[in-house]
């Protein structure tokens, strides 16, 4: 197993087709971070990203109605899951926060301006492949394809206690 993950790809027994991972980020993707959050102290070797993927009902490679009212839900679905894990991790004293799916900004902290991409994300540490012939950069779950939802969180938390609470959130 590479030394980088904390969790391997796992599914969630509380949401059905949701998958997470967890893996410590490496030092050149944690300088775009420390961008992304500006203000926060993310430390070398102990910052994670909790990788989330949710099966989408239809392939979200086109724009229309159909794909928006899809994203939606599962934009939705991330964010009670991500705010649950965030109070359990935050309750214990540890900083947490997750990017908007949709913008690549700071849910919770203040926005320097960077984004994260979350396909950027699961492209550098899970190595999915990511199709940009459509226009922009889209990526491809090995099982789901283009019908997946990818959205990020990230922690300073010690890996048990991410761990931990991975568990309590995901019905584990």
């Not at 950069?137 to 939802?149: A, N, T």
Request: charged share 25%.
């Amino acid at each position: 197993m590479d030394s980088r993950v904390v969790v391997e790809t796992t599914s969630s027994q509380a949401l059905e087709d949701f998958e997470y991972s967890a893996l410590l980020v490496p030092r050149t993707m944690l300088r775009e971070l420390r961008h992304v959050f500006a203000g926060i102290d993310l430390p070398d070797g102990e910052t994670i990203a909790v990788l989330t993927c949710q099966k989408a009902s239809v392939p979200l490679t086109n724009w229309g109605d159909e794909e928006a009212a899809e994203k939606d839900r599962l934009l939705e679905r991330f964010l009670v899951w991500a705010k649950d894990l965030r109070s359990k991790l935050e309750g214990k004293g540890f900083w947490s926060d997750f990017t908007d799916p949709c913008t690549g900004l700071p849910y919770n902290g203040d926005s320097s301006g960077s984004i994260y991409p979350d396909v950027d994300g699961f492209e550098r540490l899970l190595r999915y492949s990511v199709d940009g012939s459509m226009g922009c950069r889209i990526m491809s779950h090995p099982k789901w394809r283009f019908s997946s939802y990818p959205a990020t969180f990230f922690t300073t938390a010690p890996r048990q206690e991410l761990v931990d609470s991975l568990k309590l959130t995901n019905g584990l």
